[in-house]
């Protein structure tokens, strides 16, 4: 049986390659509250890099030191044009000599293709690993005691525990990735459902994501934002002492030359229409978008919570959905400071 087939046998409702919920959506966010849930990450793709030049390739063409990353360590990096422009975010991790990126599932083929055509002489390949391992995420106000419990310890954010048939990833704000093959993944989750877990769809990770301040770049996002309009470097995904890299020429400049005019947010605003690469506008806009969502989920305290990348000098004017006139966006904290 498949992964997706046992995620269909268990309740899970897709949409295309997405499982949009087990229950009602409201029923899941209300879980991630109070108790906790684990949510299938269809959202995601896995890139893997094998050979011995794996980590010097990617040094090369990702933001992020990647010689800084240990098999105990994950970091979050970014791919640009020479523009500068991201297209694609990662978050890099290690299985044993392998590398693996995990992006926006419907930016994978893109990518990695593209990845693979500079490979040239290097000695690595990139392949699809969907087929050998999947992800589920785990959070909410129990999911740090409940990962103890079944695995007798928790990972610090921005670390990797690995164990005989499945590796855990802390990440920020006590959330936890689990990486197995579908076949583990399979007896782990109805266990974890047993142990009183509330299975939930993508949008209720994504909601921890926007709280977490991880910007995801995806389809409607590609070559929007240059990678501190993205927070990036404030999350650990630029390394400014590393060498060159496609784009770094303009991220260095923006940079030292402080000329970064945009920044992501988080917001609440009272609508669940609200869509990755929808633009924002503020009074003085005069038509011209002041911003751009990049990433959204329904909010348990109703409406949406949302990433906008917006220019600076617009935020105390207030944001708007549809036009200057239409519903505002609210700036809620973040879980670091934008410098």
């Known amino acids: 049986m498949t992964w997706n087939a046992f995620l269909q046998q268990a309740g899970a409702q897709f949409e295309a390659h997405l499982v949009t919920h087990f229950t009602q959506t409201d029923t899941e966010l209300?879980?991630?509250?109070?108790?906790?849930?684990?949510?299938?990450?269809?959202?995601?793709g896995l890139i893997r890099f094998s050979g011995e030049d794996s980590q010097a390739?990617?040094?090369?063409?990702?933001?992020s030191d990647v010689r800084a990353l240990d098999v105990n360590t994950v970091q979050y990096s970014s791919y640009s044009t020479p523009k500068g422009r991201m297209l694609a975010s990662f978050l890099v991790s290690r299985q044993q000599d392998d590398y693996v990126l995990q992006i926006a599932a419907e930016l994978q083929?893109?990518?990695?293709?593209?990845?693979?055509?500079?490979?040239?002489?290097?000695?690595?390949k990139a392949s699809d690993a969907n087929t050998d391992w999947v992800q589920i995420g785990v959070a909410g106000p129990s999911a740090s005691a409940q990962i103890e419990a079944?695995?007798?310890?928790v990972p610090a954010a921005m670390t990797v525990q690995h164990h005989a048939n499945a590796s855990i990833i802390g990440l920020e704000g006590d959330r936890f990735q689990i990486m197995a093959s579908p076949e583990v993944m399979a007896t782990l989750w109805t266990e974890l459902i047993s142990k009183g877990a509330q299975a939930a769809g993508t949008s209720v990770w994504q909601l921890t994501e926007i709280r977490a301040g991880s910007p995801w770049v995806t389809g409607p996002t590609q070559e929007e934002f240059v990678p501190q309009m993205a927070n990036m470097e404030l999350i650990g995904g630029v390394n400014f002492k590393k060498g060159c890299y496609p784009g770094q020429e303009i991220v260095a400049r923006m940079q030292y030359l402080g000329k970064t005019k945009?920044?992501?947010?988080?917001?609440h605003v009272d609508s669940r229409e609200v869509l990755a690469g929808q633009d924002v506008y503020s009074s003085d806009s005069d038509g011209q978008a002041s911003g751009k969502i990049m990433l959204a989920a329904p909010s348990p305290q109703g409406g949406s919570e949302v990433l906008v990348v917006a220019?600076?000098?617009s935020l105390p004017l207030g944001l708007h959905l549809i036009d200057a006139n239409g519903p505002q966006l609210t700036q809620l904290n973040l879980p670091y400071a934008l410098n």
């Open 262 to 267: 945009r920044r992501t947010y988080r917001m």
């Open 109 to 124: 083929a893109s990518i990695q293709k593209r990845l693979s055509m500079f490979i040239m002489r290097s000695k690595t």
């Open 57 to 63: 390739f990617l040094q090369g063409q990702l933001s």
């Open 150 to 153: 079944y695995f007798g310890s």
């Open 311 to 313: 220019q600076i000098a």
């Open 30 to 44: 209300a879980a991630l509250e109070q108790n906790w849930v684990i949510c299938p990450l269809s959202q995601y």
